[in-house]
């Protein structure tokens, strides 16, 4: 994949309010490749007017129509860890990589996981709650029932980067870990004890007491966790999504909630974005709701940058790029 010396680099990220990159990361592009040609867009009209220059693209988005302008165009990353804002089957028929940034943000995503599944356990929103209203509840925490985590045993739908690290980080608080992923014939990450397919997930969702949904979204994976799924979960369980909305039916998350069929949900994604002030999640019990945030830690932009530029060297050497995704599994 070697290319001429001459490159027209096009940076089209800009999701308000937090999914833009800064005009201060693309200077950082501008001053490590200085013979390249940066074209910094920050809306759809300016990139669909630059793009039929650009050899790689660095975006979140791209519509089929832009992609038919883009005659030059051999490369497309994306900051993010999902693709569906991409083409990503029409760039492959078009011979076009696409790469994305899994696992750069994987550690602080899993540390947010761990946060949420300890909190539910520990009964953290009802504790908030009571002290909205000024009230001692100590009395009805007491009564909760809350297994220690040596006797806990978590269900890690996904053994990516996210996945293996919550995995590493529950197994070492003491948790026992199944995971489960579509590949079965490599080595199970540090601390998960058995892997098993998604077709196995009737059998696992009984004997878990906390499950973490770290797959990504596909065909296969949508709405991973419906009415069915979810109605085979204890009334004790708790479940956390740090992957996508679009995994979990909501509606049926929420109704399992207020009727108490489950012990708890931490969610920081979405269906949709922002969540509709009309949806029962804002509301519904034992509930944990953060604003798709789990991959900040205050510097989202300069490793995410970094990964690429990293990517960038590669392109130009001829290297295999890393985090290529596969357009027929989606990922």
């Not at 293996?164 to 197994?171: F, G, I, M, Q, T």
């Not at 604003?291 to 989202?300: L, Q, V």
Request: aromatic residues 4%; contains cysteine; proline residues 7%.
């Amino acid at each position: 994949m070697a290319c001429s010396t001459s490159v027209t680099l096009l940076v089209h990220v800009h999701d308000l309010p937090v999914w833009s990159v800064p005009p201060a990361q693309v200077d950082r592009i501008r001053r490590a490749l200085p013979d390249v040609d940066v074209v910094d867009v920050r809306d759809d009209e300016a990139c669909r007017a630059a793009i039929g220059e650009a050899d790689v693209a660095v975006a979140t988005r791209m519509t089929a129509g832009t992609l038919a302008l883009a005659t030059r165009l051999r490369w497309v990353h994306t900051t993010a860890v999902g693709v569906g804002g991409l083409p990503v089957a029409a760039l492959a028929a078009r011979g076009v990589t696409v790469s994305n940034s899994r696992a750069v943000h994987a550690e602080v995503i899993a540390e947010h996981a761990i946060a949420l599944l300890l909190a539910l356990r520990r009964q953290f929103p009802t504790a908030a709650g009571r002290q909205a209203t000024r009230d001692w509840a100590q009395h009805e925490l007491s009564g909760v029932v809350v297994p220690r985590l040596s006797a806990t045993h978590v269900l890690i739908l996904g053994l990516g980067a996210i996945g293996a690290r919550v995995a590493s980080h529950a197994a070492a608080l003491g948790m026992t870990v199944t995971g489960i992923r579509r590949d079965l014939g490599r080595p199970a990450p540090p601390g998960v004890t058995r892997v098993e397919p998604l077709t196995a997930l009737p059998d696992l969702l009984p004997q878990a007491d906390a499950v973490i949904v770290a797959l990504p979204h596909t065909a296969e994976t949508g709405m991973v966790l419906g009415v069915k799924e979810l109605a085979l979960l204890k009334p004790s369980a708790v479940l956390v999504n740090v992957a996508r909305g679009s995994l979990v039916d909501e509606e049926a998350l929420a109704q399992a909630l207020i009727d108490g069929r489950l012990a708890g949900a931490g969610l920081d994604v979405f269906t949709r974005e922002p969540l509709a002030a009309t949806s029962p999640l804002w509301s519904a019990p034992r509930t944990l709701l953060t604003p798709h945030t789990s991959a900040f830690d205050g510097d989202y932009w300069t490793p995410a940058i970094d990964f690429f530029l990293e990517n960038m060297a590669r392109f130009r050497q001829g290297q295999p790029l890393q985090n290529v995704i596969d357009p027929r599994r989606g990922y």
